[in-house]
């Protein structure tokens, strides 16, 4: 219910249905980026790989923008 309110925020213009179609496409993003990541952390080559594009992508931004939350 927390999701919802959330995305209430963001798209107050949303019917009912379209809250409900947005927080099912949001659990099921969320479950999908779970898997992958634990799919990754469980294979040793693909979860150095994982590490190092981290590592790059910080090296090249390493101050993101602060979070609005």
Known sequence: ??????????YPNLTDEELLEAEEN???YLEHT?????????????????T????ESKARNPDP???SA
């Open 34 to 50: 779970l898997r992958l990541y634990e799919r990754i952390k469980n294979d040793p080559v693909e979860y150095a790989r994982f």
């Open 1 to 10: 219910m927390k999701a919802a309110n959330e995305i209430r925020k963001l």
């Open 52 to 55: 190092k594009l981290l590592a």
């Open 65 to 67: 923008p602060a979070s």
């Open 26 to 28: 949001l659990d099921r």
